[in-house]
């Protein structure tokens, strides 16, 4: 099993959980095998600085790493609809615990043991309860794969018509 956990600084089994998932610094990847941790792999989060859907940028990644669960502090409706179409175990709640401790308590059971002290900038968000998605395939999730994937387009376009913009102002 892959578990993605976003961190708040260089990652590893000693950070933090990060209040956020798109916009985390890093992803600290740990393989679980027989309920022990066996391998761990940090990332730099690509969609960090990323002009606009950073969730959606952070979720395919998650999922070009073949990830089966992410421990996380909150998430966003993109991410989310992202991770759920992927097969993505998604559990929140995880803010501010050690990377380590996050996956040993997920490992005793999907929800934290005890309450998660947010850190400061986490108190803006809002908070969500842990949950997991499993995807069904039926017409309704059809339609819904089309419009997430109308939405993704749509982004993409803004972002071209952005860096075309761009590219103009700098040939001036």
Same mark, same amino acid.
């Given at each position: #099993?892959?578990?993605?956990?976003?961190?708040?600084?260089?990652?590893? *089994?000693?950070?933090? &959980?990060?209040?956020?998932?798109?916009?985390?610094?890093?992803?600290?990847?740990?393989? &679980?095998?027989?309920?022990?941790?066996?391998?761990?792999?940090?990332?730099?989060?690509?969609?960090?600085?990323?002009?606009?859907?950073?969730?959606?940028?952070? +979720?395919?990644?998650?999922?070009?790493?073949?990830?089966?669960?992410?421990?996380?502090?909150?998430?966003?409706?993109?991410?989310? #609809?992202? *991770?759920?179409?992927?097969?993505?175990?998604?559990?929140?709640? %995880?803010?501010?615990?050690?990377?380590?401790?996050?996956?040993?308590? %997920?490992?005793?059971?999907? &929800?934290?043991?005890?309450?998660?002290?947010?850190?400061?900038? +986490?108190?803006?968000?809002?908070? #969500?309860? +842990? #949950?997991?998605?499993?995807?069904?395939?039926?017409?309704?999730? *059809?339609?819904?794969?089309?419009?997430?994937?109308?939405?993704?387009?749509?982004?993409?376009?803004?972002?071209?018509? %952005?860096?075309?913009?761009?590219?103009?102002? *700098?040939?001036?």
């Amino acid at each position: #099993m892959k578990i993605l956990v976003p961190t708040q600084g260089k990652g590893g *089994l000693e950070d933090l &959980v990060s209040p956020v998932f798109g916009r985390a610094p890093t992803f600290t990847v740990v393989e &679980v095998e027989n309920e022990e941790i066996k391998k761990t792999e940090v990332f730099e989060n690509p969609a960090a600085s990323a002009f606009r859907g950073a969730g959606i940028q952070a +979720a395919q990644f998650a999922a070009e790493k073949g990830v089966n669960v992410i421990l996380t502090g909150n998430i966003g409706p993109n991410a989310s #609809m992202v *991770l759920q179409q992927s097969g993505i175990e998604v559990v929140f709640g %995880y803010a501010g615990l050690k990377v380590r401790d996050a996956v040993e308590s %997920y490992l005793k059971g999907p &929800v934290p043991a005890q309450p998660i002290p947010q850190k400061a900038k +986490a108190s803006s968000l809002p908070s #969500m309860p +842990a #949950m997991s998605f499993q995807p069904k395939e039926t017409k309704i999730d *059809l339609e819904f794969q089309k419009r997430l994937l109308e939405l993704q387009k749509q982004m993409i376009e803004e972002q071209i018509a %952005y860096l075309e913009k761009k590219i103009k102002e *700098l040939e001036k």
